[in-house]
């Protein structure tokens, strides 16, 4: 999807215009991948626009900088607001949101601390990331040959722009060779997750997801899924789980902000089950859609209502 190159961004406390949200290319976080970011949603419900679990976003921003030293001059109420301002600044009732806090602009050397710490939030439109057919008809993907970080390398909790170039190798590969997507195993040869969502087996209308420990992000689908599966009555085990499970289970899906509930169809040319989105699966995402649309009562707290200006004049000219 490209971008209209319309609309404002948040710079430090500014907001600007997308053209003009720019940075030096001396910056630290250019060359050696100083930043940590966070994938977050607001969704148009029956009932206004809202927030999917902002604050579960901003925490882990907040987590990750930490992770990397990074201290940014606003707490996590401070950018949550800044959130909830560039939202308000673009006039989108349902949009994509990307906070990045990174190492800007003072000196090249490895050691990132004397580079001032900054931050930029954009705000787009981005519908269905893997497109609106797969979220019905599956996607076909393979085992990367790629691994997740080993544990003591690339944190894996901390979302770090750092571990994308690890994503990019997964996702290069898989869709050289004509696939959606792949799933990375971690470095004992487990499960871990696909290059930018989460992975969930279904046996016997059990669900497993790998654990924290497989390398893989603590995805907030994957625990907002792991709630609602719940609450549908299934049973869901966080554990190490063998490749081989990809081959024989009867369903399997993504799980992420962007990719939302993704079923998979095939792995490595296996049909997974008879080669559709199973019953488990189609329960999942109707919960899952159910909820952030609005159709069902916010029973976990999930949602925060946003009231949206009517869009800007400049625009809604630059979208005609
Ligand atoms: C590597 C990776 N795993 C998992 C996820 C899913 O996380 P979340 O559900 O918090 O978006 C993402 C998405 O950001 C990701 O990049």
Redesign the pocket.
């Known amino acids: 999807m490209a971008f209209s190159g319309t609309g404002k961004v948040w710079m430090n406390g500014k907001i600007v215009d997308w053209a003009d949200a720019t940075i030096h290319l001396a910056s630290h976080v250019i060359h050696y991948g100083s930043g940590v970011f966070e994938?977050a949603r607001c969704y148009k419900t029956r009932n206004g626009s809202a927030f999917f679990r902002l604050d579960d976003h901003m925490r882990r921003l907040v987590d990750s900088a930490r992770i990397y030293r990074m201290e940014y001059r606003l707490d996590q109420a401070g950018l949550t607001q800044a959130v909830v301002d560039t939202v308000k600044a673009n006039g989108l009732p349902a949009c994509y949101i990307r906070p990045l806090i990174y190492r800007g602009y003072e000196t090249l050397s490895v050691n990132p601390l004397p580079c001032p710490v900054e931050c930029t939030i954009m705000v787009w439109e981005w519908g269905a990331y893997l497109g609106a057919e797969a979220l019905e008809k599956g996607v076909d993907v393979r085992v990367s040959s790629w691994n997740r970080s080993a544990p003591n390398t690339f944190p894996a909790m901390a979302?770090s722009t750092a571990n994308y170039a690890n994503?990019g190798l997964i996702k290069m590969e898989a869709v050289l060779e004509g696939y959606s997507e792949g799933i990375a195993l971690d470095t004992g040869g487990h499960l871990s997750?696909g290059?930018?969502?989460?992975l969930f087996v279904v046996r016997d209308e059990v669900l497993y997801t790998p654990p924290s420990a497989a390398s893989?992000?603590p995805?907030?689908?994957?625990n907002s899924i792991i709630t609602l599966a719940h609450d549908l009555g299934f049973a869901v085990r966080e554990m190490e789980l063998p490749r081989e499970m990809l081959y024989i289970a009867d369903e399997l899906f993504f799980?992420?902000?962007?990719v939302e509930v993704t079923p998979i169809r095939s792995v490595d040319k296996i049909q997974v089950g008879d080669g559709r989105r199973g019953p488990v699966t189609t329960a999942i995402q109707k919960a899952f859609f159910d909820y952030v649309k609005g159709n069902v009562p916010d029973r976990h707290g999930w949602l925060t209502p946003v009231d949206i200006p009517a869009t800007k004049p400049e625009a809604a000219a630059a979208s005609r």
């Open positions: 994938g979302k994503s997750e290059s930018g969502q989460n893989v992000l995805g907030i689908t994957r799980v992420g902000t962007a």
